[in-house]
Each structure stands twice: as C-alpha cells, then as structure tokens.
C-alpha cells in the first residue's frame, strides 16, 4: 500500500498560480502511474492529470491543457501539479492517487489522499 499526503492548496485569485505536492510513502516500489482528480462543491470528482512512473508520458483534462503541468521527482517520491493562470471553476478539493498500472489513462486507482482545497476567487 502507497500512502499519499497532499499540501500546496489555498485561497487565490483568478489569474494567480499553486503548485501541489504529492508526497507518497510505504509500498512506493509498486506505484506506477500518480494522477490528480478533483471534486468542485456539487460535482462528481473528474480527472485532471497523470503522469507515469518515468514522468515521461502524461494526459491532461481538456479543461486545463496549457495552465497545468504535472512533473515527479523520484527522488523524493514526489509529484507536483503547477496550476498556471487559475481560474474560479479551479475551485475544488484535490486529491492525488495512485495505481499500480503504468499507463497515464489508468483512472481507477489503487490509493488516495486526503485531498487539500484549492479556492480561486473571481
């Protein structure tokens, strides 16, 4: 089992940047490929990157190709997601997993975080 720790979450304002980390700890030798998802108030948690166990391959949601980017840091069994140029319907808790797969279209996941919030006022 992989657990995950989220940080990097707060309040801005449209137009400004976060970045997110993902710290992953335990069983990090079987986790392939990370991806974030988030959940916004009244809506079902969606898909926004992932990235393989290389960092060379990742898949974006449409609706933040070109703002974000997903990167690693095997090293220290981190994964980051630079949020470029937020926008309000950013707003949402987001979460990192994880899975065993090696694919970047792999959306069921083995293990969660706990999620941190990300505001973006108008």
């Known amino acids: 089992q992989v657990q995950l720790v989220e940080s990097g979450g707060g309040l801005v304002q449209a137009g400004d940047s976060l970045r997110l980390s993902c710290a992953a700890s335990?069983?990090?030798?079987?986790?392939?490929?990370v991806g974030w998802f988030r959940r916004a108030p009244g809506k079902e948690r969606e898909f926004v990157a992932s990235i393989s166990r290389s960092g060379l391959s990742t898949d974006y949601a449409d609706s933040v190709k070109g703002r974000f980017t997903i990167s690693r840091d095997n090293a220290k069994n981190t994964v980051y997601l630079q949020m470029n140029s937020l926008k309000p319907e950013d707003t949402a808790v987001y979460y990192c997993?994880?899975?065993?797969?090696?694919?970047?279209?792999?959306?069921?996941?083995?293990?969660w975080g706990q999620g941190t919030q990300v505001t973006v006022s108008a």
């Open positions: 997993a994880a899975a065993r797969s090696p694919s970047v279209t792999q959306r069921v996941m083995d293990s």
């Open positions: 335990g069983r990090t030798s079987s986790s392939g490929v």
